[in-house]
């Protein structure tokens, strides 16, 4: 998977560090597609989102900037998670809001914390940044 990151200096150095281990980690080194990680105030209320760009292009994920390079790791490797589940399909998202996680449809006043796509990035966030900050 290839990547492109729109950042100041400071977060761009850092997130290209970061990339080819969590590339590597979540099993994404032979996709074809793209991820374009910007960091900017454009993710509302959330630390993060990530888009899915369509089915020949890739993905965008937005984060939204902090002092805190620590943050800003943990933000990008929970985004990831997600650009690994709609790579390999076990995460559609619907125009609708209605998303689909391995085969079930979730309405959109499902309780986000309850959110099986969240409950796994959340539990590998951690792991993820530490693992690529030791590579």
Same mark, same amino acid.
């Given at each position: 998977?290839?990547?492109? %990151?729109?950042?100041?200096? +400071?977060?761009?150095?850092?997130?290209?560090?970061?990339? @080819?281990?969590i590339?590597?980690? /979540?099993?994404?080194?032979?996709?074809?597609k793209? %991820?374009?990680? +910007? !960091?900017?105030?454009?993710?509302?209320?959330?630390?993060?989102? =990530? !888009?899915?760009?369509? =089915?020949?292009?890739? *993905?965008?994920? %937005?984060? &939204? @900037?902090?002092?805190?390079?620590?943050?800003? $790791?943990?933000?990008?490797?929970?985004?990831m998670?997600?650009?690994?589940?709609? #790579? &390999?399909? =076990?995460?559609? *998202?619907?125009?609708? $809001?209605?998303? !689909?996680?391995?085969? &079930? +449809? *979730?309405?959109?006043?499902?309780?986000? /914390?309850?959110? @099986?796509?969240?409950?796994?990035?959340?539990?590998?966030?951690?792991?993820? /940044?530490?693992? #690529? /900050?030791?590579?």
């Amino acid at each position: 998977m290839e990547f492109k %990151v729109e950042a100041s200096k +400071r977060s761009k150095t850092f997130i290209e560090a970061l990339m @080819p281990s969590i590339i590597q980690q /979540l099993k994404l080194e032979r996709s074809t597609k793209v %991820v374009v990680i +910007r !960091v900017a105030d454009e993710c509302g209320t959330n630390q993060g989102l =990530t !888009v899915d760009l369509g =089915t020949n292009i890739g *993905y965008m994920v %937005v984060i &939204k @900037p902090t002092r805190s390079l620590k943050d800003l $790791g943990v933000t990008l490797a929970h985004e990831m998670v997600h650009v690994k589940q709609l #790579a &390999k399909g =076990t995460l559609k *998202y619907r125009k609708t $809001g209605n998303h !689909v996680w391995a085969g &079930k +449809r *979730y309405s959109k006043k499902t309780e986000y /914390l309850s959110m @099986p796509w969240e409950i796994e990035a959340f539990s590998k966030q951690e792991l993820i /940044l530490r693992r #690529a /900050l030791e590579a």
